[in-house]
């Protein structure tokens, strides 16, 4: 069992985090090699948070990234969501699919109270403190 978060995700983390304390439009070159990888890879994990309006992306000589005020509102839930995808609470700790509602799986009621307490910490942790 592996409960870790992607590159991606912690990618997307450091980048929301330089961008705010920069408090100015930083060049995608720039920032991709402050946070050690690529501009083609950061444009991919920077493109959901574009659409959430955390970040915003200007093109050209004068462009880069710069992160909304908004960004002191997103807890870590919402950025791996964003990032990752809302998780399958349906899904099975042990099995493929969901638990069957008649034959339940034995870790069922122990990962589903896990699987809350986490959801609600991960929930109350803002990326900007």
Same mark, same amino acid.
């Given at each position: 069992?592996?409960?870790?978060l992607t ?10 985090r330089?961008?705010?304390? @920069?408090?100015t439009?930083?060049?995608r @070159? ?7 990888t ?14 959430k309006? &955390? ?16 960004? #002191? ?8 969501? #964003? ?6 609470e ?6 493929e699919?969901?638990?069957d509602a008649?034959?339940r799986?034995? %870790?069922?009621d122990? &990962? ?6 986490l959801? @609600?910490? %991960?929930? @109350?942790?803002? =990326? =900007?403190?």
């Amino acid at each position: 069992m592996r409960l870790e978060l992607t590159s991606r995700t912690d990618l997307a983390l450091r980048a929301l985090r330089s961008l705010h304390d @920069a408090g100015t439009r930083v060049k995608r @070159a720039q920032l991709a090699t402050e946070l050690g990888t690529t501009p083609d890879f950061l444009a991919r994990v920077m493109a959901p948070l574009v659409r959430k309006n &955390w970040v915003t992306s200007e093109t050209g000589p004068s462009g880069g990234y710069a992160s909304d005020d908004s960004v #002191t509102d997103v807890s870590v839930f919402d950025l791996v969501a #964003t990032v990752e995808g809302v998780p399958d609470e349906s899904r099975c700790v042990l099995r493929e699919g969901p638990c069957d509602a008649d034959e339940r799986c034995a %870790l069922h009621d122990a &990962w589903t109270r896990a699987r809350k307490a986490l959801t @609600a910490e %991960l929930q @109350a942790t803002f =990326i =900007i403190h």
